[in-house]
T-cell receptor, first 117, second 116 residues
Framework: NAGVTQTPKFQVLKTGQSMTLQCAQDMNHNSMYWYRQDPGMGLRLIYY???????DKGEVPNGYNVSRLNKREFSLRLESAAPSQTSVYFC????????????????FGPGTRLTVT | TQLLEQSPQFLSIQEGENLTVYCNSS?????LQWYRQEPGEGPVLLVT?????EVKKLKRLTFQFGDARKDSSLHITAAQPGDTGLYLCAGEIFMYSGGGADGLTFGKGTHLIIQP
């Protein structure tokens, strides 16, 4: 049981290049998320997928696209990378759990450190 | 809009000392969660508090949810260098599309350094 896995772990792009960040989870969770983490800004939601076949914009979706390939996999694509997209990207998955009352918990991958020059 | 405010932003103390970090909001949350993130890693869930006034203990870590479910605190007793990390609180929100789907909003975190 690997949890949430992300590839690649590090990436350097030139401005204008494109790339896809991959994420997979083996916990059979319905919901998956992409966040970016920047110093002083905390974790900000880019896109999410509440279930297979659906995706929705989060707080900072501009410049990104996503694909929920199946229940396990959720990819994030940068079509034309910009220096402002230099960040650490985290994928997460979640499920409602019941422990007395229903709560919502997220599990994160190890992150992708992206630099755009 | 930053719904969750964490304080202090940075804290550096000596091994063996006690400390408390705070997570405050003007909004009511049905639950709050605490995560710890170590350098180069993703956040890891520590605990979820659900009931107003609830107190949960995880070894030397004590988590409390405010009576009005707007705030939470994390108290560490006899801090150790292994406690060093970024501590994040998070609360449930309804998603930006207004569709009522699930999600979390995160505070910016408290950077904690425990010096040997």
């Amino acid at each position: 049981n690997a949890g949430v896995t992300q590839t690649p772990k590090f990436q350097v792009l030139k401005t204008g290049q494109s790339m896809t960040l991959q994420c997979a989870q083996d916990m059979n969770h319905n919901s998956m998320y992409w966040y970016r983490q920047d110093p002083g800004m905390g974790l900000r939601l880019i896109y999410y997928s509440a279930s297979e076949g659906t995706t929705d914009k989060g707080e900072v979706p501009n410049g990104y696209n996503v694909s929920r390939l199946n229940k396990r996999e959720f990819s994030l694509r940068l079509e034309s990378a910009a220096p402002s997209q230099t960040s650490v990207y985290f994928c997460a998955s979640s499920e409602w759990v019941t422990s007395g009352s229903e709560v919502y918990e997220q599990y994160f991958g190890p992150g992708t450190r992206l630099t755009v020059t | 809009t930053q719904l969750l405010e964490q304080s202090p932003q940075f804290l550096s103390i000596q091994e063996g000392e006690n400390l408390t970090v705070y997570c405050n909001s003007s909004s009511v949350f049905s639950s709050l969660q605490w995560y710890r993130q170590e350098p180069g890693e993703g956040p890891v869930l520590l605990v979820t508090v659900v009931t107003g006034g609830e107190v949960k203990k995880l070894k030397r870590l004590t988590f409390q949810f405010g009576d009005a479910r707007k705030d939470s605190s994390l108290h560490i007793t006899a801090a150790q260098p292994g406690d060093t990390g970024l501590y994040l609180c998070a609360g449930e929100i309804f998603m930006y599309s207004g569709g009522g789907a699930d999600g979390l909003t995160f505070g910016k975190g408290t950077h904690l350094i425990i010096q040997p």
